[in-house]
């Protein structure tokens, strides 16, 4: 126990010090909002148009990846440290951890969700491609931008659950 007294003690100023500098920033900065300070700051350049109203889903596709591959190459460093002494036992285990993360990220590529600029327009994902889903049947904007009035699903007998009465 006596080896890991120093990393508590280290642990502890890290928080601590992170705690006093905030605290000590909320009491002592001077808060004077202004409409400039609340402007998105874009290198000293005065934005000409508001930002974007949402990200494409690629977006997040591709930062969900990164964080897939980053997990795996965090369990696979121990593995490549230790390959000799885990033996075959070892290399099942981590081609059955690698292989539903090849498979995912084939199927990614096949559907076309890590094409960029011009080629992206030409193979849309697959899902697109079902008949009957269009960008207003699937989308919904938020705020009430987008949304039929309150009463509208009612007249045509529809209900909240999908029910017909």
């Excluded at 001077?30 to 690629?58: D, H, M, N, S, W």
């Excluded at 997040?60 to 230790?82: G, K, N």
């Excluded at 036992?89 to 498979?103: E, R, S």
């Amino acid at each position: 126990m006596d080896q890991y007294l120093p990393l508590v003690v280290m642990f502890v100023l890290a928080v601590g010090f992170v705690v006093l500098s905030i605290g000590t920033s909320r009491l002592l900065a001077p808060r004077r909002p202004t409409l400039a300070k609340q402007a998105p700051y874009e290198c000293g350049i005065v934005p000409t148009r508001g930002p974007a109203r949402r990200f494409p889903v690629r977006f997040y596709l591709v930062a969900m990846i990164f964080i897939v591959f980053d997990i795996e190459i965090i369990f696979l460093f121990p593995w490549a440290v230790l390959h000799r002494q885990l033996g075959l036992y070892g290399l099942l285990a981590v081609v059955v951890f690698i292989v539903p993360f090849f498979l995912s990220f084939l199927w990614e590529v096949a559907e076309g969700g890590l094409d960029w600029g011009p080629i992206a327009h030409q193979r849309p994902l697959g899902l697109a491609n079902e008949p009957g889903r269009t960008t207003t049947s699937t989308v919904r904007l938020v705020g009430l931008d987008g949304r039929e009035p309150v009463g509208a699903g009612v007249a045509t007998g529809e209900q909240r659950g999908g029910e017909a009465s």
